[in-house]
């Protein structure tokens, strides 16, 4: 070195990285915001999904036989294995020979009611048919297909049975809706 050149810099660390780039650090934030952006929207989800299984399963009640009860702000519903419908709640009567209940269930609103029942008999389809073709009379619109038969009388808005008679092994299956309306239009 002569006199009077300058020297070089020396830098006082020379294995000191230099300084991360930004664009880096940047789409790194940006991929941690989202993800808990995601996690913060899952948690919420979950709270919302958990409180309305706490509320329903607080407003629902199974009795002793069985039978599942659900209170809700627009009405009961009450649903089960054993059969606790009767013939008034189901708008005609019951077909004597039945062996089993199947199943039934009932919901009231302030609209009104639907009920529905399931049951077995031993009778043959035709004998069933019969009866409820007795029961419900002349006004009763009668479908039969290959896979059973299906009986409906009353005003689709007001008061309407539904009776759908199956055959079912050596069993024959009877299927009752009756629906009821409070509105008067």
Same mark, same amino acid.
């Given at each position: 070195?002569?006199a009077?050149?300058?020297?070089?810099?020396?830098?006082?660390?020379?294995?000191?990285?230099?300084?991360?780039?930004?664009?880096?650090?940047?789409? $790194?934030?940006?991929? $941690?915001?989202?993800?808990?952006?995601? %996690?913060?929207?899952? %948690?919420?989800?979950?709270?919302v999904i958990g !409180? &309305? %299984?706490?509320? !329903?399963?607080?407003?629902?009640?199974?009795?002793?036989?069985?039978?599942?009860? !659900?209170?809700?702000?627009?009405?009961?519903?009450?649903?089960?294995?054993? @059969?606790?419908?009767?013939?008034?709640?189901?708008?005609?009567?019951?077909?004597?020979? %039945?062996?089993?209940?199947?199943?039934?269930?009932?919901?009231?609103?302030?609209?009104?009611?639907?009920?529905?029942?399931v049951?077995?008999s031993?009778?043959?389809?035709?004998?069933?048919?019969?009866?409820?073709?007795?029961? $419900? &009379?002349?006004?009763?619109?009668?479908?039969?297909?290959? @896979?059973?038969?299906?009986?409906?009388? &009353?005003?689709?808005?007001r008061?309407?049975?539904?009776? #759908? !008679?199956?055959?079912?092994?050596?069993?024959?299956?009877?299927?009752?809706?009756?629906?009821?309306s #409070?509105?008067?239009?």
């Amino acid at each position: 070195m002569t006199a009077g050149a300058p020297m070089p810099p020396n830098p006082p660390y020379r294995n000191v990285p230099p300084p991360p780039t930004t664009t880096g650090s940047t789409v $790194l934030k940006i991929v $941690l915001i989202v993800i808990a952006a995601m %996690v913060l929207i899952g %948690v919420v989800v979950a709270g919302v999904i958990g !409180i &309305g %299984v706490y509320k !329903i399963a607080k407003n629902a009640h199974k009795d002793s036989s069985g039978n599942v009860s !659900i209170t809700t702000p627009g009405g009961t519903i009450t649903a089960g294995q054993k @059969n606790n419908i009767s013939p008034a709640d189901l708008g005609v009567d019951l077909y004597p020979a %039945v062996i089993a209940g199947e199943g039934s269930m009932k919901m009231k609103t302030p609209e009104g009611t639907m009920v529905t029942a399931v049951y077995l008999s031993s009778d043959p389809p035709d004998k069933v048919i019969a009866f409820y073709k007795e029961r $419900l &009379g002349d006004k009763a619109s009668i479908v039969q297909t290959s @896979n059973g038969t299906v009986l409906s009388e &009353g005003e689709k808005n007001r008061d309407h049975i539904v009776i #759908t !008679i199956t055959p079912q092994g050596n069993s024959t299956k009877i299927a009752i809706v009756h629906v009821t309306s #409070t509105k008067t239009e």
